[in-house]
């Protein structure tokens, strides 16, 4: 096993997802649910994420290539995403969730993706399948998306600690906290999509 490989991998993605950034948000949206829900509501986060890296590890390139979409459209398209989302959370006007798939819906889209399956994660997971040569590589960047997806939980699984210290008032304070940062999140995004179209487009002159 190339544990170099393995460990650059681990790190570079697991720094891209940054799971003690995502508390905030987490709780930002989950926060009033009942402790079972916020746990389902994570595990269905983190397995939409797993699934979408996996599926842009393995067939990224030529799904884009085939909707002949680019990589900074996918970003910018991103960046709008969570700009909604944010402008949900600094205004409060989030929507409550039902009994009947609410909760699902929050751990899809915005944590699951774009959030945790975001641009930058699928891009990294593509650029190293591309550097891989044969099939211990690939075996290897399977094992570090799935060790990096498991600390992604194990943080989102005891974040209800941090929602008993903070109580209603706290959750509230943190949630107009994490709509200010996704908001520069999502500009920074479509302002990285706005210089990669330049750029490219640049290049073919």
Known sequence: MDLKLFGEFFVTLLVIVDPPGMVPVFLALTGTLPAK?????????????????VIFAVAGQTLLDYLHV???ALQGAGGLLLLLVALQLLTGKTDEPSEQGGTTNVALVPIGTPLLAGPG???????????????????????????????????????GVIVKLLRPAGIEVLTRIAGLLLAAIAVQLIADAAFAFVELYAASF
Not at 37 to 53: D, K, M
Not at 130 to 159: H, K, T
């Open 70 to 72: 680019q990589l900074p």
């Open 37 to 53: 829900e916020r746990t389902r509501a994570g595990t269905q986060a983190v397995l939409l994420a797993l699934g979408v890296i």
């Open 121 to 159: 994660a699928i891009v990294a997971t593509m650029l190293f399948v591309q550097r891989a040569d044969g099939f211990s590589d690939y075996s290897i960047i399977g094992l570090g998306i799935i060790a990096v997806m498991a600390s992604v939980w194990l943080v989102l699984r005891f974040s």
